[in-house]
């Protein structure tokens, strides 16, 4: 089982950047698929980003894209969604996640993750 702690949300104004963490507990977090979730109030928990195991390979929801990129340092176990022209619909509270898969470019559905972190407020002022 892996253990996730997210780090970098606050408070942005519209047009700006932000970059969220999320540091894995285990040294094999590289075992796992990554991914990115939100939760703004009133809503369901939505995808927004997933990253293979090796990095290769990268999937974005479609109010994203071209704005958020997602990465990962697998020596420092750690994932990173990288921010850009941020915008008020972009609120919300942000989900790390994991699922541990055997192919090294394989990317889960979204619906497969498996371990979530506590979450990171993320808030975009108008």
């Known amino acids: 089982q892996v253990q996730l702690v997210e780090s970098g949300g606050g408070l942005v104004q519209a047009g700006g950047s932000m970059r969220l963490s999320c540091a894995a507990s285990?040294?094999?977090?590289?075992?796992?698929?990554m991914g990115w979730f939100r939760q703004a109030p009133g809503k369901e928990r939505e995808f927004v980003a997933r990253?293979?195991?090796?990095?290769?390979?990268?999937s974005y929801a479609d109010s994203v894209k071209d704005r958020f990129t997602i990465s990962r340092d697998n020596a420092k176990n750690t994932v990173y969604l990288q921010m850009n022209n941020l915008k008020p619909e972009d609120t919300a509270i942000y989900y790390c996640?994991?699922?541990?898969?055997?192919?090294?470019?394989?990317?889960?559905?979204?619906?497969?993750?498996?371990?979530w972190g506590q979450g990171t407020q993320v808030t975009v002022s108008s």
């Open positions: 996640s994991a699922v541990r898969v055997a192919g090294t470019s394989y990317l889960p559905a979204p619906n497969d993750y498996r371990y």
């Open positions: 285990r040294r094999a977090s590289s075992d796992y698929a």
């Open positions: 990253i293979s195991r090796d990095g290769a390979r990268t």
